[in-house]
């Protein structure tokens, strides 16, 4: 996502990230995720899946925001997202009532 | 020279041993995954959306049940891990409506294609919809019957080509919303499968309502009515209700007809508290009768020890 | 188990046979009927419409008959049992879910009250034309039960034995009455609720990851599974497995389909039920079912004052047809006789079991009334030996 200036609360807020799962042979090739990928993590690779589809894979690793996108749109069930172990500014920690 | 024997795979890992689970799969029959739909079908993705609609909402999934009609639609019973009911074409609501009534306490879900429900179908949509029976359909609408291989439906936009018209549809289709609003649905909303999200809250609203509960999800059909008419790919289909769908919550439900790659209406039409069969059934009787009327218990007619 | 005394009305009572078909559904134990009107069976969902509210039971009166039948379809996986009811034209339109019940092996009672055919033919006339109908009806190969009463007492009495058997095979069970007998007043005798004998849902004891809806184990059904026990089957009227999951290969056609019919006719013993009367010594013997069974009386006796050795047998189970009697008896008499309110069809299998050992009589008479015993007793001296 592009912004237009850097957001004010920038340095308190965490972004969460995710990590990307494939399951590649499941993929029937149709790109759905591809296309609506938000932060355009995803590409269709060039290697074929067992069926002869091409599958996506993960082009910029440490960019998945989670927002389950992929998950939700692929008629398959072939890609996921998960929460990422680490999240990526040492502000307010997740969860905290203050 | 040995010619040897064709094999087929048929030993596809559900997914790599070091893999996370996917999050759908306790909704889901795995044993059958891959499916059967085709590349680009958005039918898979309303199944995803229901999954994640039943796991937030949290539902009970020993009381759901799930019945499905005949046709690409109708495939979505098999693939769910509720009790599931594959059943004729065009009589999957009168199945969920003997199993609501046989067991008062499950949460049916008909999930089916346009064909089946509005064309064989019809006569039992417009009754159910009139009672407000409590059913929660989910109508794929593909505009045309996929698995026989891209016959017209009565969903069919006028001018669009289907292998038994193959100069082009010269009758005029239903208009869905409209239809279950007229006949008395008391939830009817309809959506693509892009808006993922806001099919997913749309299923979450109609699981905590009640009485006929009408989602129409318009997916793509590359195969058959994409290929017929030149429409492209899936993703083709995808971008389409991108630029051309325009949400309009509360609309009249006359204006929802769907022309050939014109517009597509989305949003929640109808929202309404009324009361269901079965509850006109049993205020009726309790009016009528008193103390004499004996309701069919929640857990149903099963007569045992 | 014993009958549920809210749904048996003890006692002796003036009923028509619509009337006591409905009171042998409610003994029975079934608590869900989904109907369409149609003449003349139209008084039987009355009378389950007027008590069912007082004994747990629902009845609707679905949009038409197709929507009938998948509802008692889909009412019955509830493990409630289910029933509808319809005649002949009515019966046309159930054929498909009738096929769907037989190949999930749902249990469940088709009541068609037969009339005049074919079409709309004759509405408030009596038939026996839907005879054959009743067992090749829907398309493919399945086997049903069907039943034949030949007076209110029977219509009520055989209805529990139709929901008993539908229940122990998981089979749709055919209940055969005819316009005579259904709009017939006699006295039907109600027992008490302890001297009827229930046959219930018969449910798995397996735990829900172990269960697997078509798995057989040693008996002639698989064990049954409510929806919303947590059992998370799924079933299909496709082809399908023991996992109940659409498997179209030709292996599984062979064992999904082949056991809907071994599950009959390896139980013939268990389920054809006949009446007979003098066979021992007969001539000729004469073939009987429903309202025809007792024309049929006054013609055998006119026979037998000129003179003729008339035996006669009534099937009370039309199907499975006791092809096993029929052919023994035609080894020892002379001639078969088959009255039936039709222009023969049931002849056709008392012909083909015959086997041409002995000569078999058709006495067809179109519809619309009764046979006039002197024509089955004209037919019996013909064909006397």
């Given at each position: 996502?592009?912004?237009?200036?850097?957001?004010?609360?920038?340095?308190?807020?965490?972004?969460?990230?995710?990590?990307?799962?494939?399951?590649?042979?499941?993929?029937?090739?149709?790109?759905?995720?591809?296309?609506?990928?938000?932060?355009?993590?995803?590409?269709?690779?060039?290697?074929?899946?067992?069926?002869?589809?091409?599958?996506?894979?993960?082009?910029?690793?440490?960019?998945?925001?989670?927002?389950?996108?992929?998950?939700?749109?692929?008629?398959?069930?072939?890609?996921?997202?998960?929460?990422?172990?680490?999240?990526?500014?040492?502000?307010?920690?997740?969860?905290?009532?203050? | 020279?040995?010619?040897?024997?064709?094999?087929?795979?048929?030993?596809?890992?559900?997914?790599?041993?070091?893999?996370?689970?996917?999050?759908?799969?306790?909704?889901?029959?795995?044993?059958?995954?891959?499916?059967?739909?085709?590349?680009?079908?958005?039918?898979?993705?309303?199944?995803?959306?229901?999954?994640?609609?039943?796991?937030?909402?949290?539902?009970?999934?020993?009381?759901?049940?799930?019945?499905?009609?005949?046709?690409?639609?109708?495939?979505?019973?098999?693939?769910?891990?509720?009790?599931?009911?594959?059943?004729?074409?065009?009589?999957?609501?009168?199945?969920?409506?003997?199993?609501?009534?046989?067991?008062?306490?499950?949460?049916?879900?008909?999930?089916?294609?346009?064909?089946?429900?509005?064309?064989?179908?019809?006569?039992?949509?417009?009754?159910?919809?009139?009672?407000?029976?409590?059913?929660?359909?989910?109508?794929?609408?593909?505009?045309?019957?996929?698995?026989?291989?891209?016959?017209?439906?009565?969903?069919?936009?006028?001018?669009?080509?289907?292998?038994?018209?193959?100069?082009?549809?010269?009758?005029?289709?239903?208009?869905?919303?409209?239809?279950?609003?007229?006949?008395?649905?008391?939830?009817?909303?309809?959506?693509?499968?892009?808006?993922?999200?806001?099919?997913?809250?749309?299923?979450?609203?109609?699981?905590?309502?009640?009485?006929?509960?009408?989602?129409?999800?318009?997916?793509?059909?590359?195969?058959?009515?994409?290929?017929?008419?030149?429409?492209?790919?899936?993703?083709?289909?995808?971008?389409?209700?991108?630029?051309?769908?325009?949400?309009?919550?509360?609309?009249?439900?006359?204006?929802?007809?769907?022309?050939?790659?014109?517009?597509?209406?989305?949003?929640?039409?109808?929202?309404?508290?009324?009361?269901?069969?079965?509850?006109?059934?049993?205020?009726?009787?309790?009016?009528?009768?008193?103390?004499?009327?004996?309701?069919?218990?929640?857990?149903?007619?099963?007569?045992?020890? | 188990?014993?009958?549920?005394?809210?749904?048996?009305?003890?006692?002796?009572?003036?009923?028509?046979?619509?009337?006591?078909?409905?009171?042998?559904?409610?003994?029975?134990?079934?608590?869900?009927?989904?109907?369409?009107?149609?003449?003349?069976?139209?008084?039987?969902?009355?009378?389950?419409?007027?008590?069912?509210?007082?004994?747990?039971?629902?009845?609707?009166?679905?949009?038409?008959?197709?929507?009938?039948?998948?509802?008692?379809?889909?009412?019955?996986?509830?493990?409630?049992?289910?029933?509808?009811?319809?005649?002949?034209?009515?019966?046309?339109?159930?054929?498909?879910?009738?096929?769907?019940?037989?190949?999930?092996?749902?249990?469940?009672?088709?009541?068609?009250?037969?009339?005049?055919?074919?079409?709309?033919?004759?509405?408030?006339?009596v038939g026996q034309a839907?005879?054959?109908?009743?067992?090749?009806?829907?398309?493919?190969?399945?086997?049903?039960?069907?039943?034949?009463?030949?007076?209110?007492?029977?219509?009520?009495?055989?209805?529990?034995?139709?929901?008993?058997?539908?229940?122990?095979?998981?089979?749709?069970?055919?209940?055969?009455?005819d316009?005579?007998?259904?709009?017939?007043?006699?006295?039907?005798?109600?027992?008490?609720?302890?001297?009827?004998?229930?046959?219930?849902?018969?449910?798995?004891?397996?735990?829900?990851?172990?269960?697997?809806?078509?798995?057989?184990?040693?008996?002639?059904?698989?064990?049954?599974?409510?929806?919303?026990?947590?059992?998370?089957?799924?079933?299909?009227?496709?082809?399908?497995?023991?996992?109940?999951?659409?498997?179209?290969?030709?292996?599984?056609?062979?064992?999904?389909?082949?056991?809907?019919?071994?599950?009959?006719?390896?139980?013939?013993?268990?389920?054809?039920?006949?009446?007979?009367?003098?066979?021992?010594?007969?001539?000729?013997?004469?073939?009987?079912?429903g309202i025809t069974?007792?024309?049929?009386?006054?013609?055998?006796?006119?026979?037998?004052?000129?003179?003729?050795?008339?035996?006669?047998?009534?099937?009370?189970?039309?199907?499975?047809?006791?092809?096993?009697?029929?052919?023994?008896?035609?080894?020892?008499?002379?001639?078969?006789?088959?009255?039936e309110i039709n222009?023969?069809?049931?002849?056709?299998?008392?012909?083909?079991?015959?086997?041409?050992?002995?000569?078999?009589?058709?006495?067809?008479h179109g519809g619309?009334?009764v046979h006039?015993?002197?024509?089955?007793?004209?037919?019996?001296?013909?064909?006397?030996?």
């Amino acid at each position: 996502m592009r912004y237009w200036r850097t957001p004010l609360d920038a340095g308190r807020t965490a972004c969460h990230l995710g990590e990307v799962f494939i399951i590649a042979d499941r993929c029937k090739g149709c790109a759905f995720c591809v296309e609506y990928c938000p932060r355009d993590v995803l590409v269709m690779s060039a290697d074929f899946n067992r069926k002869g589809y091409h599958a996506p894979e993960v082009i910029k690793s440490g960019e998945c925001v989670n927002c389950n996108l992929c998950e939700m749109i692929c008629p398959e069930f072939a890609i996921f997202s998960l929460a990422a172990d680490t999240a990526d500014t040492a502000a307010t920690p997740k969860g905290d009532a203050s | 020279m040995t010619t040897e024997k064709v094999q087929t795979r048929t030993d596809f890992p559900a997914q790599p041993p070091e893999f996370p689970e996917h999050p759908s799969t306790p909704y889901l029959r795995m044993d059958r995954i891959p499916h059967v739909w085709c590349p680009g079908c958005g039918i898979g993705t309303v199944v995803k959306c229901f999954a994640t609609a039943l796991e937030n909402k949290e539902v009970d999934l020993d009381k759901a049940s799930v019945v499905s009609g005949i046709g690409c639609s109708g495939r979505a019973a098999g693939y769910l891990k509720l009790d599931g009911f594959h059943t004729t074409h065009g009589r999957a609501i009168p199945f969920a409506t003997g199993l609501k009534l046989g067991r008062p306490e499950l949460l049916v879900t008909v999930f089916s294609g346009d064909g089946d429900l509005s064309g064989i179908g019809g006569n039992h949509f417009i009754h159910a919809a009139r009672r407000n029976m409590d059913l929660l359909v989910i109508l794929i609408n593909n505009f045309i019957y996929g698995m026989t291989g891209g016959q017209n439906a009565p969903t069919t936009p006028l001018s669009a080509k289907s292998s038994t018209m193959p100069f082009g549809n010269f009758e005029p289709p239903f208009n869905l919303p409209h239809l279950a609003a007229s006949c008395g649905a008391s939830y009817v909303a309809r959506w693509t499968c892009l808006h993922i999200r806001r099919l997913t809250w749309a299923m979450e609203e109609a699981i905590e309502r009640k009485g006929f509960r009408l989602i129409e999800v318009i997916a793509p059909c590359p195969t058959l009515y994409a290929r017929l008419n030149k429409l492209g790919t899936g993703l083709d289909g995808l971008r389409f209700y991108h630029d051309n769908a325009e949400i309009r919550h509360g609309a009249d439900t006359r204006e929802l007809d769907i022309d050939f790659q014109k517009g597509i209406v989305c949003g929640r039409f109808v929202d309404e508290d009324k009361p269901t069969f079965s509850e006109r059934m049993n205020d009726h009787y309790n009016h009528v009768l008193g103390e004499k009327y004996r309701p069919m218990p929640p857990e149903g007619g099963w007569l045992h020890e | 188990m014993n009958a549920d005394p809210l749904g048996v009305l003890t006692g002796a009572h003036y009923l028509d046979g619509d009337f006591a078909c409905g009171e042998g559904a409610m003994a029975a134990g079934c608590r869900f009927v989904a109907g369409y009107p149609i003449t003349p069976s139209t008084e039987v969902v009355e009378r389950i419409s007027r008590r069912f509210p007082m004994m747990g039971g629902t009845f609707i009166q679905m949009e038409d008959e197709l929507a009938s039948m998948a509802a008692v379809v889909g009412g019955s996986w509830t493990g409630t049992k289910s029933m509808t009811v319809t005649s002949g034209p009515g019966f046309s339109l159930m054929m498909e879910n009738i096929g769907l019940a037989a190949m999930m092996e749902t249990p469940c009672v088709v009541v068609n009250v037969q009339r005049g055919g074919p079409s709309t033919g004759l509405p408030t006339m009596v038939g026996q034309a839907d005879v054959m109908q009743a067992r090749w009806g829907s398309h493919g190969d399945y086997e049903i039960i069907a039943l034949s009463p030949q007076s209110p007492q029977e219509a009520f009495d055989l209805t529990i034995d139709a929901f008993n058997l539908s229940e122990r095979y998981r089979v749709p069970v055919m209940f055969l009455m005819d316009e005579c007998v259904g709009h017939m007043t006699e006295r039907v005798v109600i027992p008490e609720p302890e001297a009827i004998e229930i046959e219930p849902r018969r449910l798995t004891a397996k735990p829900q990851d172990e269960f697997n809806p078509y798995e057989i184990n040693g008996e002639p059904v698989p064990e049954f599974a409510r929806a919303g026990d947590g059992f998370r089957f799924h079933t299909t009227g496709l082809t399908h497995d023991e996992r109940g999951y659409p498997m179209m290969t030709v292996e599984c056609q062979e064992s999904c389909v082949r056991r809907l019919l071994e599950k009959i006719q390896d139980n013939v013993a268990d389920i054809v039920r006949f009446e007979e009367e003098e066979t021992d010594d007969a001539d000729v013997v004469v073939v009987t079912y429903g309202i025809t069974a007792r024309v049929a009386r006054l013609g055998i006796d006119l026979a037998r004052r000129r003179g003729i050795k008339v035996g006669s047998l009534r099937l009370i189970t039309i199907w499975p047809f006791p092809e096993e009697r029929i052919r023994r008896l035609a080894g020892e008499v002379g001639a078969l006789v088959v009255p039936e309110i039709n222009y023969g069809q049931l002849v056709l299998e008392v012909e083909r079991c015959a086997g041409g050992n002995c000569a078999v009589q058709a006495v067809s008479h179109g519809g619309g009334a009764v046979h006039d015993p002197e024509d089955i007793a004209a037919a019996i001296v013909e064909a006397a030996p």
